[in-house]
């Protein structure tokens, strides 16, 4: 494997935090990382039609729904010649191999080889025989490809890649307002080439979007934010004080009254960022992010985004109405981050030898993100970093 920077960043235990990007997306070094439930595709990308191929922490999956439309993980490789399983086919719920058709159902049991024919075992050959060859004489002989536990739950498909279920830190996340007739909500799904801490940080940040973002989500207007940091039982929220802070672009649609703002960004282990904008009671914007890791800096971030117009109309019709403009608006939005997110793998991948990240106080959320993920990191033994309530204050 090439060689990959590991990072650096101070914390205020007064340690470094080093990130180390390779270890944060292998399933042997991860630690407690694996122990959490994470996005594998929408539902509505899996249907029973055909196998969906997804890597996570760099193991390939080939997912499918069983006969009873419960959804189903399983290695990517056939046991026969290792061609990926998710090639393939499905039927009557279960997954045939592109290669010789050998079929496998959600337990990853083979339960059909097309080449033994009606009797499925071998033939002529004495059972003797088949094991001084070392071959299987029935389908059941041959073992079972890895399975892992799936979960379906507002519109996702979860994946468990830890070594036992029983064990999840926490259930999956909740979309918010998923169901809430008074709210609409959309997924927006976005491959992003860089790693897990890089990009939630990204999504809790404030500073980047006066520059990222010029005129499409917040202007510049260099004026002081102050803010209160609260790092508690594994999330990290940030409350900002400023009821004049606007958005631009679609700030106007969402709230055209001029109301105060209240924003917050909250972070949750090990990978889920909501950021929430509400003005009064009537009117909101909700983008929870929730990034599924494939390798050291490549990721698939699924967005949901809720929002609430303040009108009194039957099921908010109008809100639904303008759906197309805020998916338009969205994807120009997430299309900056990905550029942005873009440039920094770049110095991550072309500058020689390791990097630390300098940080201020604006950086104070980031470095109690990086702290939570470093223990997670290195097993997520004991209580994990201390409960915290700190004020900071930056410019945008």
């Known amino acids: 494997?090439?060689?990959?920077?590991?990072?650096?960043?101070?914390?205020?235990?007064?340690?470094?935090?080093?990130?180390?990007?390779?270890?944060e997306t292998d399933l042997s070094r991860c630690g407690a990382l694996k122990d959490f439930w994470y996005v594998a595709c929408l539902s509505t990308e899996l249907t029973p039609r055909a196998p969906l191929s997804r890597t996570l922490f760099?193991?390939?999956?080939?997912?499918?729904?069983?006969?009873?439309?419960?959804?189903?993980?399983?290695?990517?490789?056939?046991?026969?010649?290792n061609a990926r399983l998710s090639a393939g086919d499905?039927?009557?719920?279960?997954?045939?191999?592109?290669?010789?058709?050998?079929?496998?159902?959600?337990?990853?049991?083979?339960?059909e080889i097309p080449s033994l024919g009606p009797s499925q075992r071998g033939a002529l050959l004495s059972e003797d025989g088949h094991a001084r060859a070392g071959l299987s004489l029935r389908p059941c002989?041959?073992?079972?490809?890895?399975?892992?536990?799936?979960?379906?739950?507002?519109?996702?498909?979860?994946?468990?890649?830890?070594?036992?279920?029983?064990?999840?830190?926490q259930p999956p996340f909740r979309v918010p307002h998923w169901g809430d007739p008074e709210w609409t909500c959309y997924f927006m799904v976005t491959r992003f080439p860089n790693g897990v801490t890089n990009l939630v940080e990204n999504f809790m940040d404030v500073p980047h979007t006066v520059f990222v973002h010029k005129g499409w989500f917040r202007n510049r207007k260099r004026t002081q934010v102050p803010a209160t940091v609260e790092r508690k039982q594994g999330s990290v929220l940030v409350t900002y004080e400023q009821?004049?802070?606007?958005?631009?672009?679609?700030?106007?649609?969402?709230?055209?009254?001029?109301?105060?703002?209240?924003?917050?960004?909250?972070?949750?282990?090990?990978?889920?960022?909501?950021v929430d904008y509400l003005w009064g009671q009537r009117s909101g914007y909700v983008i929870s992010s929730q990034v599924s890791p494939i390798g050291p800096l490549d990721s698939l971030v699924y967005t949901s985004?809720?929002?609430?117009?303040?009108?009194?109309?039957?099921?908010?019709?109008v809100a639904r109405g303008l759906r197309r403009f805020m998916k338009w608006y969205t994807t120009q939005v997430i299309?900056?981050?990905?550029?942005?997110?873009?440039?920094?793998?770049?110095?991550?991948?072309?500058?020689?030898?390791?990097?630390?990240?300098k940080s201020t106080e604006?950086?104070?959320?980031?470095?109690?993100?990086?702290?939570?993920?470093?223990?997670?990191?290195?097993?997520?033994?004991?209580?994990?970093?201390?409960?915290a309530k700190r004020r900071i204050s930056f410019w945008i």
């Not at 390939?60 to 010649?81: E, I, N, T, V």
Request: net charge negative.
């Open 141 to 169: 002989d041959v073992g079972k490809v890895r399975t892992f536990p799936t979960l379906e739950q507002d519109g996702l498909v979860f994946v468990f890649m830890g070594d036992d279920v029983t064990k999840a830190r």
């Open 90 to 111: 499905t039927f009557d719920g279960k997954l045939g191999c592109p290669y010789h058709g050998w079929v496998y159902d959600e337990a990853g049991a083979c339960v």
């Open 1 to 23: 494997m090439t060689d990959r920077p590991r990072l650096s960043s101070p914390h205020d235990a007064g340690q470094a935090t080093r990130i180390d990007l390779e270890a």
């Open 58 to 81: 760099g193991t390939p999956l080939a997912l499918f729904r069983d006969s009873s439309g419960k959804p189903a993980a399983l290695f990517d490789r056939c046991l026969h010649r």
């Open 335 to 357: 299309g900056q981050d990905v550029d942005i997110m873009r440039v920094q793998n770049e110095g991550l991948t072309r500058a020689p030898g390791g990097l630390e990240f």
């Open 305 to 317: 985004i809720s929002y609430r117009l303040p009108l009194d109309m039957p099921k908010n019709l």
């Open 243 to 274: 009821e004049n802070d606007q958005l631009t672009g679609a700030g106007f649609l969402l709230n055209p009254t001029g109301e105060p703002m209240v924003h917050t960004d909250h972070y949750f282990v090990p990978n889920v960022t909501r």
């Open 362 to 387: 604006a950086d104070l959320l980031h470095a109690d993100i990086e702290a939570y993920r470093a223990w997670l990191r290195d097993g997520g033994l004991g209580e994990g970093p201390e409960d």
